[in-house]
T-cell receptor, first 112, second 115 residues
Framework: AQTVTQSQPEMSVQEAETVTLSCTYD???????LFWYKQPPSRQMILVIR??????QNATENRFSVNFQKAAKSFSLKISDSQLGDTAMYFC?????????FGTGTSLTVIP | NAGVMQNPRHLVRRRGQEARLRCSPM?????VYWYRQLPEEGLKFMVY????????ESGMPKERFSAEFPKEGPSILRIQQVVRGDSAAYFC?????????????FGAGSRLTVL
């Protein structure tokens, strides 16, 4: 079974600080892609970052970076210099075959 | 590029009525996914369609729910005889192919409220 687990339902961080959101997944596939999506209060789903499973190098997008541990099936998201606009639900996801699998989300609040 | 367009954004129905949610994928995208998000929960896969074909409907309830993606026009998610438990946000997403390198682009969602 393909599963995605986000064990932190809620987190908070002070503005300008760094926060890490955890994600683990389970799949028997060897070829897949991993994603973090953000859902702000507007409820629009926005792609934050993606990682190809065959790449060892961790993906980075400006203040967002991942720590991808393939053997451990772990895919955490680090947000540096947190901003108020980062307040949102964050969903970890992966695709294998023709389906995307999503975690239950982590609600992040950036405190001014 | 207008992105993925969903309408209506908000829909209110009484129990027993029908709900139709529409999704126009991004230009050039031929793959459409429907997800349901219940309050305080994550996204649950419902169905994956290509033009005129349902590829995977393993997440669709067996009764009252149906989806189509005709050759012309938007994809439609249809819920017959709605019940209060159908109240949720329904998100449509599209991609140009099934490759993971082509990420899902989401619409803004349609919020269904069943009275």
């Amino acid at each position: 079974a393909q599963t995605v687990t986000q064990s932190q339902p809620e987190m908070s961080v002070q503005e300008a600080e760094t926060v890490t959101l955890s994600c683990t997944y389970d799949t028997s596939e060897s070829n897949y892609y991993l994603f973090w999506y953000k859902q702000p209060p507007s409820r629009q789903m926005i792609l934050v970052i993606r990682q190809e499973a065959y790449k060892q190098q961790n993906a980075t997008e400006n203040r967002f970076s991942v720590n991808f541990q393939k053997a451990a099936k772990s895919f955490s998201l680090k947000i540096s210099d947190s901003q108020l606009g980062d307040t949102a639900m964050y969903f970890c996801a992966f695709i294998t075959g023709n389906q995307f699998y999503f975690g239950t989300g982590t609600s992040l609040t950036v405190i001014p | 590029n207008a992105g993925v367009m969903q309408n209506p954004r908000h829909l209110v129905r009484r129990r027993g009525q029908e709900a139709r949610l529409r999704c126009s994928p991004m230009k050039g995208h031929s793959h459409v996914y429907w997800y349901r998000q219940l309050p305080e929960e994550g996204l649950k896969f419902m169905v994956y369609l290509q033009k005129e074909n349902i590829i995977d409907e393993s997440g669709m309830p067996k009764e009252r729910f149906s989806a189509e993606f005709p050759k012309e026009g938007p994809s439609i998610l249809r819920i017959q005889q709605v019940v209060r438990g159908d109240s949720a946000a329904y998100f449509c997403a599209s991609s140009p192919s099934i490759s993971g390198a082509n990420v899902l682009t989401f619409g803004a969602g349609s919020r269904l409220t069943v009275l």
